[in-house]
Each structure stands twice: as C-alpha cells, then as structure tokens.
C-alpha cells in the first residue's frame, strides 16, 4: 500500500546531506555518569532509515525534541540520546553545539559519507512549535535532502515537521511510511471481523476513535480508567475510581449512539478494586461494575477478561491502544496482561498503538509477537479519527 508521498527508499542519497527529523524523545534517567537512556526503542526504531542512508553513501544530520523544555535545558540535552545511538549504529555520533548557527552549518559541512551529527533538542528553539519560517530556513541550510521519520510527532506543525519540508526535496523514512500504511489499513481495509481494544484514562482522548470505528468495526471493548465514565453516565457508583469528569458527557452522548452503530460496544462487567493505588493496597474482586465507597476500580475483572480475549481470538484485525488497568502495579496486572496474551496469539492481522500498549507488551514479553507495534501517541489516534497529519501531508508527493 503506498501512502502517496516519496519514499527514503527511492531517493538518490549518494554523496548527499540528509536531515533526518526522526522520534528521539525517549525518557531519561539517571545513571553512574550521569543521565542516559531509559528506553531506547524510539531510537532503534529509526535505525533502518538512518542505516539505509549511510549505507548509500549518504551523510546524516539527525534531528529531534525531547521532553519539554522551557528554553535551552541542560537536563534535556540530547547528548545521552548521541550517547546511545553512537552505540547502537557502532561509531561515534557527535552532538551539535545547536539547533541551527553558523556552528551548527560548519559542522554538519565536515560530515563525511557514512557518518552522523546530532543536533540539539529542536525545542531549545522557541520557532520550533511556532513553524517558525527562519528556523525552518536555518535547518534547510544543513542539507540537500529532507526524510521524516518521526511519525510520533507527525501530527505537530512545527519546523522540523512542516516548515523545513516545504523549502527541500522531502519524503518519508521508513518507519513514518510503515505506520502511516499500518494504521490505514486498519482504518480503512481491515480484515473482518474488527475488533478494537481501548483502554487508557480519558473517554475525550479517544472519542474520535471510538466514533470512527462505530460505524465500520465489528465489536469495541473498553476498560482502564475510561470505562468509569462511561458507568457514571449510566447512573453507576464509581467509588474513588479515577474519574475524568469532562468526560462524562462525551460518554453519555456517545451510549445512545453506541445502541443504534454497526459496532457492538463492551464494557466490563466485572472489576479489581484497590483502597488506594499502590501494590501493597487492600485488594478485593467485585462481581459487577458498581464500586462501593473508599474503593477505586484498578482493573477489569477476570470474566471480563477472559471475554475480550474470545473477541479477540475470532478478530480478523485487532487494534488495540490503552491498558486495561494499573498494569504496573502487580495486583492489576491480570486484566492487560489477558489481553495483551490474546492479541499475541490472534490468528487475525494485530495492530497495538500507544505508548502504555507498548509497554505493557514488552513487560509480558510479548513486543515481537504482534504484526505491528506504533511508536506513535497522539498521532496514531488522529490518523486513526481520520485527520490529516501536517508532517505527512508536507512531504513531496509520490
């Protein structure tokens, strides 16, 4: 499936500079010599693009944002980040003295084929989230050809996703084109039946999602946080569960919508209670969806559990994006870890997207057994709505 823009993979890169916009916002922590990588599976996710490059004979200038910083912030330099991807691609990645400047042009000239400059965090430059016309001008300056690779952030108009791609030839790295072709599928041409998991706190953050696939998808299930909303639209008692209030509405309107849609909409029927939210915490299984006072619901009950996993089990494709419950905290591991077990095991195409998804298929070691796993937040949930992705939509067409 093409995704309508050029590809890394067809470009003339020999003897070229290329400026690489790829997702290196990975969390740091503090190690022995000071702070490193916590979480390096951003990074090797945008190996193939950079090592496709440099194979060609082409030289790479890498740029990213990390964290949010207020201004140029030590704490979130990107030199652990060099650190790490030195490592990894097996030489020496030096870090810029910048974002853009006269250092930052003279450096990346002396970039030889086959080798690789980081630049500091793109958002130490205020113009960054601004799509600042001189900011963009100042990157295009460091090479002769741009790649986005960075589809977690390829939902932002900034400049080193929108604004540097309108002044050089541009087009799409390899894990930008694979997600984007991932993610449309599954909106567009799934296998039947479809069956979409969503979990996380907010029924706001995937209401679009739930409405795009109302009409197209064959079953939803929802559990973490989200489905308290949801219950306290029905009139049900939520205890101390984590409870967005904005969203209570949002799923009010949608239960009446949700009757009369294609898709069949689920919600738990059974759930774990905790006192607090802690692994140490008094625990208690509830027979039901109403949770008592000085309780909060933490995760979806064991047949709730094994009935989303069935779902699952007969899908033709599966989406899944947000957990089923506190997943990190032991106690109420079992109802993600259940599905997370069954997207592993289903026969159909399976799709998981978001950050905690993520994580939680790597805790139950199951990250290499789904067909695709997106680095992407955010713009895995708008491309999914239906929206038009202002990193993508920039690039030169095919």
Known sequence: MSIGKASVRDAEVEGRRVLVRAD????????P??????????????LPTIRSLLERGASVVLVSH????????????????????????GAEVPLAPGVVGDDVEAAAERLQPGQVLLLENSRFEPGETEDDPELAAG??????????????????????????????PSCAGLLLEREVEELTRVRDHPEPPLVVVLGGAKVTD???????FLGSADEIVIGGAMCFSFFKAEGRDTGESLLDEDSVEAARELLPRAERAKARLH???DLVLGREFSAETEVQELNGVDVPEGWMGLDIGFNTAVNYAKLIGAAGTVLWNGPMGAFELEPFAAGTRAV?????????????????SAAAMARFGLAGRVDWLSTGGGASLELLEGAELPGVEALTDA
């Open 139 to 168: 990157l295009a300056r460091l090479a002769e050809l741009y790649v986005n690779d960075a589809f977690g952030a390829a939902h932002r108009a900034h400049a080193t996703t929108r604004g540097v791609a309108s002044l050089l």
């Open 340 to 356: 997370a077990e069954a997207v592993a095991a289903a026969p159909g195409h399976t799709v998981v997207g978001g950050g905690d």
């Open 267 to 269: 919600l738990p029927e």
């Open 66 to 89: 990390l964290g949010r910083p207020k201004g140029a912030d030590p704490e979130l330099s990107m030199a652990p980040v060099a650190a790490r991807l030195g490592e990894l691609l």
């Open 33 to 46: 010599g000071g702070a490193e990588v916590g979480d390096d599976t951003r990074i090797r996710a945008s």
């Open 24 to 31: 290196l916002n990975v969390p740091l922590e503090q190690g």
């Open 206 to 212: 995937k209401i679009g999602v739930i409405e795009r």
